[in-house]
């Protein structure tokens, strides 16, 4: 009872070890993923026509609520 421990098997670990790294370097990527997909996003608002950007815009502004999110497209 003096050297109870817990020892786990080396396969364990190394999965563990492996999961654990995993894990970090997809966190890493998460920035790109996200950059990614706002550039996908304001470029489909951007292709609505003005008068259909205001029906999203409120859309938006209610899904976001009590944030915000504004957009400048380069047509106008």
Do not use: H, Q
């Amino acid at each position: 009872m003096k050297y109870d421990r817990i020892i786990f098997p080396r396969w364990f670990n190394n999965a563990l070890v492996i999961t654990l790294c995993i894990g970090l370097l997809s966190g890493c990527s998460a920035g790109t993923v996200i950059s990614k997909s706002a550039s996908f996003a304001v470029s489909k608002y951007c292709e609505v026509p003005e008068a259909g950007r205001k029906a999203v815009r409120k859309a938006v502004g209610r899904a976001v609520s009590p944030n915000s999110i504004e957009i400048k497209c380069a047509d106008g």
